[in-house]
């Protein structure tokens, strides 16, 4: 089975976190996976078409194949050189092999958000007929959209994986009513040719009250986890220590939360951990001033590897008071170093904290954020969040075989589907 993932960045542009790491950690995975024999257990993905409940030249000499041996590699990736307002530091066309994946970079002309790449979809035209599956990454993009109109034009099967860009919230942001006016006229025919692969029960919800795609597939993200390693826990018994680890931007709710934190009657601190558009940290910085709340806040940077997980795992509990996320792979990172986590019901992954007493859920409002801190705060000391609980639930449900299996056995349900 031959795969081409299309995504408009990919490693090393780390800047744009987790999305660019679920989706490497997928290829990486199925890539190793090619020709081993697969048993599916674990989450349900769904099959059958039922819906649920709820270009340029190729640089290929230089790496040491041709492309007759490139042609047989199971899992291939198109993207862009996108890093931030940055370059990634390659020709345009050039084939690098990341973890065993062969990635192929191409030139946007231009920048953040819409990343177009007249080389990249190019040599898609010329090529996608080589593959059995185009997995396509995210939408509202000048790659993933034409690719998708490209894949489904010369009869691919496509698999599409929203990646947060098509809930409600998405509809109420940035350029709302260009995107409603595609999305009716346009988005919404080529989308419905495809199979959806959402990776939370909240993405399945949103996805089906704005699409009729051919079907829907729920599997979880792969993340990244040190399994290895085992992280100690600092003893806080006087001060309620938070940590705020994602990209630093709007709908991620860190004003409410000061807002909350402001009227809080303990002692607390919050490390924000993490990168953004530096206008909006700035004024971050002055919105804690003016709530006379900046001498408990913490802005870090960000933080990768084995030194976040540290840092996890330092604090009392992660907290992300998003306004929307369809996933949320902090979550999973926080609870495996045993941190329990403070989220909004507007995560993806909330109804699995609640499930599984994996911490706190709230609505997103002020007053909530605030009644759940106090909540948290009068059981951090207590056992009820126990460390190694918490690493070994994750441990149980985010195990690589058992995710590994089930996209398998997704893209073998789509080759056999009409």
């Excluded at 192929?104 to 953040?112: E, V």
């Amino acid at each position: 089975m031959k795969i081409l993932h299309i995504t408009a960045s990919y490693k090393p542009a780390y800047v744009y976190g987790g999305p660019v790491m679920s989706v490497a950690k997928l290829c990486e995975e199925t890539f190793k996976a090619e020709g081993k024999k697969r048993k599916v257990k674990g989450f349900n993905s769904l099959k059958n078409g039922h819906q649920p409940e709820v270009g340029s030249p190729l640089f290929a000499d230089k790496l040491g194949f041709d492309s007759a041996q490139s042609n047989e590699r199971g899992v291939i990736v198109y993207t862009t050189l996108a890093s931030g307002k940055e370059e990634l530091p390659y020709k345009n066309g050039e084939v690098k092999l990341i973890e065993g994946v062969e990635v192929h970079y191409f030139k946007r002309i231009t920048k953040d958000h819409s990343h177009l790449s007249p080389a990249l979809l190019w040599h898609l035209w010329k090529t996608v007929k080589q593959f059995d599956i185009v997995h396509i990454h995210a939408w509202w993009n000048l790659v993933t959209m034409p690719a998708c109109l490209i894949a489904i034009f010369r009869g691919s099967k496509v698999i599409f994986t929203p990646r947060g860009t098509l809930s409600n919230y998405s509809f109420q942001n940035n350029n709302n009513k260009i995107k409603a006016f595609f999305h009716q006229f346009i988005g919404s025919s080529l989308l419905n040719k495809t199979y959806f692969h959402c990776t939370s029960q909240k993405e399945v919800a949103d996805n089906q009250s704005l699409l009729n795609p051919k079907a829907i597939f729920n599997i979880p993200n792969f993340v990244e986890l040190p399994w290895r390693n085992v992280f100690s826990k600092e003893d806080h018994s006087q001060i309620l220590h938070l940590i705020f680890l994602s990209r630093i931007e709007k709908k991620k709710g860190l004003e409410i939360l000061f807002d909350a934190l402001a009227k809080l009657e303990f002692e607390w601190k919050l490390s924000i951990v993490g990168n953004g558009e530096l206008s909006y940290a700035e004024s971050l910085r002055v919105k804690a001033k003016g709530l006379k709340i900046d001498d408990r806040i913490a802005f870090l940077g960000a933080v990768y590897g084995n030194e976040k997980f540290e840092l996890m795992a330092q604090h009392d509990y992660l907290i992300l008071p998003s306004y929307d996320e369809n996933f949320a792979n902090v979550v999973i990172e926080s609870l495996f170093v045993g941190t329990p986590v403070l989220i909004t019901k507007n995560v993806g992954l909330s109804e699995y904290v609640s499930q599984n007493n994996l911490g706190f859920v709230c609505e997103r409002s002020e007053s909530n954020i605030m009644e759940m801190i106090i909540s948290a705060n009068k059981a951090k000391n207590t056992d009820f969040f126990n460390q190694e609980r918490l690493n070994q639930v994750i441990r149980n449900d985010f195990s690589e075989k058992n995710l590994k299996d089930l996209y398998l056995d997704m893209y073998d349900t789509v080759l056999k589907l009409s």
